[in-house]
């Protein structure tokens, strides 16, 4: 695990605006916590040692067999578990980057050796720039919507890549967060060979809660599953999903209007570009300084916080990721960012 993920408000003084996790912004937890002190039992007991009676309610919601569906300490250690499952079987890795940093450092920990290759839908989503014969033995890993740049595969996109690899671990923690429709859980379990990972921390908002889960086939599900650590999910994460599951109202649903709007802002920025984005966050790259400098600028001078990006591999220092706010945050962004950028087309 690298340092350098978003949220890292605790090393400034005086952040107003967050821009640096994805976590869609503004979430009310008031419901939530309130029902949770309600039940101060909890913890007096130790927890399911695994989390079954959520996973039946997940399972319910879904439309699959409560087998078919494993509720982990967020999405990370679902993918740490898959990692570690599917070591004997496929000892090789690809992984598309950029993308989120832990699938590769998963891999790398249970043994796994580890290709990473540039995305490239002209060159089929970077199969053809893999080594010869690797792919006969590797798995494929991709985050789908991808963390950082906010780009959405199509089904037709990863139908291709089905065909290709025995096992695709598809990453959709960001699935809240679009408006293009992905693959289902139901699909997931039918194919056999793809292993969903997903994020009640990301659908509303609960970060600090640590809640995932996986779904996929029940052969592939038996092997993941003897990986688990008895009791990793606590008592009120489990209480808290099942309360969570029965409120839609407390989902996260970004304004991806707005996002859009701030992203035409950015752009009209001479010295910024912005990637295309599905989601409410985007990669930015700077034409001028670091994302370092931009970064200790916004936080010290405007109380805004950003993602250096320069740590997600195949970035450079001059690389950011935003995720859009509220309309009047979004604008003192652009203000500001403008505002560093002309600071060095004046020296």
């Not at 309610?57 to 999405?75: C, F, K, Q, Y």
């Not at 006969?136 to 780009?151: K, V």
Request: charged letters at 20%.
């Amino acid at each position: 695990m690298i340092e350098g993920h978003g949220d890292d408000a605790y090393r400034y003084s005086q952040i107003i605006s967050d821009f640096s996790s994805n976590i869609c912004a503004h979430s009310t937890h008031e419901a939530l916590m309130a029902h949770l002190a309600e039940r101060p039992a909890l913890l007096d007991h130790y927890p399911e040692p695994e989390a079954w009676s959520l996973e039946r309610r997940i399972a319910e919601r879904l439309g699959v067999d409560p087998r078919n569906v494993i509720v982990t300490s967020g999405a990370t250690e679902a993918i740490y578990l898959i990692a570690e499952s599917v070591c004997k079987r496929l000892p090789k890795a690809i992984v598309l980057e950029p993308t989120f940093s832990e699938y590769t450092d998963a891999c790398n920990k249970a043994g796994l050796i580890v290709l990473q290759a540039l995305f490239n839908s002209r060159i089929r989503l970077g199969i053809q720039a893999c080594k010869p014969g690797f792919v006969e033995n590797a798995s494929l890993w991709l985050c789908n919507p991808n963390n950082p740049t906010g780009a959405v595969m199509s089904r037709k996109q990863i139908g291709e890549l089905l065909k290709a690899y025995k096992l695709v671990v598809i990453d959709q923690s960001y699935e809240k967060y679009t408006s293009v429709s992905l693959m289902t859980a139901k699909t997931a379990v039918r194919l056999g060979n793809v292993v969903q990972i997903h994020s009640m921390t990301k659908d509303y908002g609960v970060p600090g809660l640590r809640l995932g889960y996986i779904v996929t086939s029940l052969r592939l599900a038996r092997q993941i599953r003897s990986r688990l650590r008895p009791w990793s999910v606590s008592s009120l994460a489990i209480e808290a999903g099942k309360y969570l599951l029965e409120h839609d109202e407390l989902e996260c649903r970004p304004d991806l209007s707005e996002a859009q709007r701030l992203r035409q802002n950015l752009t009209a920025i001479d010295g910024v570009q912005v990637m295309p984005s599905q989601t409410n966050f985007m990669l930015c790259k700077l034409a001028v300084g670091t994302a370092a400098a931009l970064k200790d600028y916004l936080a010290r001078k405007h109380g805004i916080l950003i993602r250096d990006a320069s740590n997600f591999r195949g970035l450079t220092s001059r690389h950011f990721r935003i995720a859009a706010q509220t309309p009047a945050e979004n604008d003192a962004l652009v203000s500001a960012i403008k505002e560093f950028v002309n600071s060095f087309q004046m020296k």
